[in-house]
């Protein structure tokens, strides 16, 4: 009996050290699946970090682009006031309270006239380098030309021009001494003046008083 009992207890002993040796080994067996596991997740993380710089250095910075903007701005051709023509370049105007004269085609024949288009006329009753002596009423359908006398600049007149001075002070211009006037309301290039009362004439020209005609 007691060696049965004996033997009995070395058996169970033998099987205690057994599963304690699994146990050892499967703890083991664990704790490397568990490093290796780990090792896995942390060589990915790194992977995935990499990747982050890489794509965080090749993102342009705002300070990159400030400075390819800056370059391309300076780059661009500018334009200043200083590259845009002159429309009014070589066009010379004459001086104010210049009245510029011409010689004009009506159906009269070529005739004087103002830069404006209207017929100017003498009236016989003034005298040669004399004031004019159409006044008052009569000026209020007559009115005397005044300012600067000018020529145009296509224009060759025979006679000569000058000024008097006529009511109020005024500078009436004058054709070989005698003033000048318009017929006031008329239309432009309109002769209907010519002949009133046998004193009122156009001043008639010809062609070859202009210029290249």
Known sequence: MRKSGWTVAAGLGSLVLLLTACGGSSSSTTSTTGAASGTATQSTASSAA???????????SPTSKANAKATQSSSAPKQ?????????????????GTTVLIVQHSN?????AKADGHVVYTYAKDSKGGAP?????CASAWAPVT??????PADNFPGSFGVVTGAGEKKVI???GYPL??????PVLSTKGNGIDGVWHVIILSESDISGA
């Open 181 to 186: 006037y318009t017929s006031v309301g008329a």
């Open 108 to 112: 009269l024949g070529w005739v004087m």
């Open 50 to 60: 990499s990747t982050g710089s890489a794509s965080s250095t090749t993102a342009p």
């Open 147 to 152: 300012g600067m006398p000018k020529a145009g």
């Open 80 to 96: 200043t006031a200083d590259s845009q023509p002159s429309s009014n370049a070589g066009v010379t105007f004459p001086p104010v």
């Open 133 to 137: 002596s159409c006044t008052g009423s």
């Open 174 to 176: 004058t054709y070989n």
